[in-house]
């Protein structure tokens, strides 16, 4: 199995919780012998690294430099994020077993590949605009909605860490629940969940 895991934060870049989160991921696919690639974003340190675990990286950084807001941000940064993608597809001679997409920000670069190159993804909820942002409708507001459900709606599998996240996701996105799979990060068998989920949906 060969796993591609798309996150806009990974060491050294930390901004929250989910930087340590998808490491620790990516070490424990690693460890279950997946071929693990991590793409994300750094503002300098761009390009292929070989980190611990046999983990790769291809940290990409966004041409455009002068943003209004973290959207034009994102849906710039999004055509890198498919380049470095669709080189890794390449590379390896065009067997992705599936996408790993943590948030929402590089949703639209995981909807393209899976229309384009037919590469299955995952969406790992860590987030919703709802809950970030008080009374979340204003038009900035629901362009990021719109990129949330986009990932939902087309994800094979959405994953979330509790309960109260799966019944978040159903009353906002009005997910299926049989869509939904929750895995909580602090349970001794959250890998073999995560290894369980990429199998359903890789059908390997």
Not at 8 to 34: H, M, S, T
Not at 106 to 116: D, E, H, N
Not at 149 to 158: F, I, N, Q, R, T
Request: net charge neutral.
């Amino acid at each position: 199995m060969r796993v591609i895991i798309f996150s806009w934060e990974f060491p050294p870049r930390i901004v929250g919780k989910l930087a340590d989160y998808v490491k620790k991921l990516a070490l424990q696919l690693a460890k279950n012998k997946i071929e693990t690639c991590v793409v994300t974003y750094h503002d300098y340190l761009t390009g292929e690294f070989e980190e611990e675990g046999n983990v790769k990286t291809y940290r990409v950084t966004n041409p455009v430099k002068t943003h209004v807001s973290v959207l034009t941000w994102v849906l710039t940064l999004n055509q890198e994020v498919e380049r470095a993608a669709a080189n890794i597809y390449y590379k390896i001679g065009k067997h992705i077993s599936l996408i790993d997409v943590h948030d929402w920000h590089f949703i639209p670069a995981a909807v393209t590949l899976k229309k384009a190159l037919g590469i299955p993804f995952v969406y790992s909820i860590e987030s919703l605009e709802d809950h970030r942002s008080h009374g979340a409708d204003s038009p900035f507001n629901m362009a990021i909605k719109s990129i949330e459900w986009l990932g939902m709606y087309e994800a094979d599998k959405v994953v979330v860490k509790s309960e109260w996240m799966s019944s978040e996701a159903m009353r906002i996105y009005k997910v299926p629940e049989a869509k939904i799979r929750v895995v909580k990060p602090e349970s001794e068998l959250w890998i073999k969940k995560i290894l369980g989920i990429y199998g359903s949906v890789s059908g390997a």
